[in-house]
């Protein structure tokens, strides 16, 4: 089973501030892996498929990279309504794994 | 846009089955296009993915639950259905549905959520 290491579990942020969060994976991956955004009560978001690829109709401020075991996802200029959990997938190998998450706090 | 919701009791007794459905609508779950998975997240915990069934039938479990899981998948009411069995307090979570895609063969990460229903495993 592949473990995701997801860090920080928790971030501050000021809207205009740039910020990243970081997803290891235990064993080689390739780019399968996505990002998800959710919001109390809602439906997870899909922004970021296949490591890098922004999902049609995601604000462009969201941004991913990396490949193999490390990868991060990054929001430029963050916003008020990007407050929200964010997590990654991988869909590399059976059973399908999750990272930790992260509780993203904007000031 | 497809949406999925959950529905079912949303508090169990130890030792009996939790059975929960999702609902897919604005599209049709018979698309060979998709799989269809349950994940679930205990309060303060990560997400597990539990497992995914496809339109043929065709299940996959997570290990780690597949003695007591059952996915099955009801094309003429476009649903498909969670039963995990002998359940315990740890068990207590709020179970999300989700579509994941398939191209070429291939078993792609999931798009579209549901936004989850809690249950609590008590007597």
């Known amino acids: 089973e592949t473990t995701l290491t997801q860090s920080p579990a928790f971030m501050s942020a000021t809207p205009g501030d740039k910020v990243s969060i970081s997803c290891k994976a235990s064993q080689d991956i390739d780019d399968d892996l996505n990002w998800y955004q959710q919001k109390p009560g809602e439906a997870a978001i899909f922004i970021i498929q296949e490591a890098t690829t922004l999902v049609p109709g995601i604000s462009p401020r969201f941004s991913g990279s990396g490949y193999g075991t490390d990868f991060t996802l990054t929001i430029n200029n963050i916003e008020s309504e990007d407050a929200a959990y964010y997590f990654c997938l991988q869909h590399d190998s059976f059973p399908l794994t999750f990272g930790g998450g992260t509780k993203v706090e904007i000031k | ?123």
């Open chain 2, 1 to 123: 846009q497809v949406q999925l919701q959950e529905s079912g009791p949303g508090l169990v007794k130890p030792s009996q089955t939790l059975s929960l459905t999702c609902t897919v609508s604005r599209g049709s779950i018979s698309s060979g296009a998709y799989y269809w998975s349950w994940i679930r997240q205990p309060a303060g915990k990560g997400l597990e993915w539990i497992g995914r069934i496809l339109t043929s039938g065709n299940t996959n479990y997570n290990p780690s639950l597949k003695s007591r899981v059952t996915i099955s998948v009801d094309t003429s009411k476009n649903q498909f259905s969670l039963k995990l069995s002998s359940v315990t307090a740890a068990d207590t979570a709020v179970y999300h549905c989700a579509r994941g895609l398939i191209r070429g063969g291939h078993f792609y990460g999931l798009d579209v959520w549901g936004r989850g229903t809690t249950v609590t495993v008590s007597s």
